[in-house]
């Protein structure tokens, strides 16, 4: 059955550094692949979408990598703000474009 | 305004009871998708519909029922609520190209 793989775990980093979330997937083959992001208690907020033909995607501070090889996504924000804290979700679609969803990763940041 | 809202935000209901969760859209667009989202399990599709005339069960369809009221109002209801139905409810829409949706706030609704 398709998986989609977010690591669970938070991950805590200092104010200024970059961070790389990761998304991994098995039994899919996706034409695309979108990152979201989602504030305690609020709706998920679209970040970035990428192709199966695209390998990296930038938008001000995000870059999004998309390895079909690997069957892995990344998602960098560089000069992290605490600002960036929440919980970033990746999510694959392909044929209907019905996405779906990992279980996201939460980000903090500190300052 | 909101782009997609849902009502009510909160509510607090028995088991057994019928519930109504509304959601309507400002964005024009034709597809509309309820998910379900618990703590550990991400966010999970419980009914989409594609147009006015077109409704498609999702991943976890059980217990739930959908009426496409108009391109823009798309309900969820629970016929009778069970406590495991508590959770964090999303209406989402999206434009047919690129999929990417477009959430509402969230309907919190507890089962007691």
């Known amino acids: 059955s398709q998986k989609i793989e977010q690591n669970s775990e938070a991950l805590n980093i200092q104010e200024g550094k970059t961070a790389t979330l990761t998304c991994n997937y098995t039994n899919y083959s996706p034409a695309y692949l979108q990152w979201y992001r989602q504030d305690p208690g609020r709706g998920p907020v679209f970040l970035l979408l990428i192709r199966e033909n695209e390998k990296e995607k930038r938008k001000e501070r995000l870059k999004v990598t998309f390895d079909t090889t690997l069957k892995q996504s990344l998602f960098h924000i560089t000069a992290s703000q605490p600002a960036d804290s929440a919980t970033y979700l990746c999510a694959l679609a392909r044929g209907s474009y019905i996405p779906t969803f990992g279980r996201g990763t939460s980000l903090i940041v500190h300052p | 305004d909101a782009d997609v809202t849902q009502t009510p935000r909160n509510r607090i209901t028995k088991t057994g009871k019928r519930i109504m969760l509304e959601c309507s859209q400002t964005?024009?667009?034709?597809?509309m998708y309820w998910y379900r989202q618990d703590p550990g399990l991400g966010l999970r599709l419980i009914y989409y519909?594609?147009?006015?005339?077109?409704?498609n069960k999702g991943e976890i369809s059980d217990g739930y029922s959908v009426s496409r009221q108009a391109q823009a109002k798309f309900s969820l209801s629970l016929e009778s609520a069970i406590p495991n139905q508590t959770a964090l409810y999303f209406c989402?829409?999206?434009?047919?190209?690129?999929?990417?949706?477009?959430f509402g706030e969230g309907s919190r609704l507890t089962v007691l």
């Open positions: 964005k024009g667009h034709d597809r």
């Open positions: 989402a829409t999206s434009g047919q190209i690129t999929g990417e949706l477009f």
């Open positions: 519909s594609f147009d006015v005339k077109d409704i």
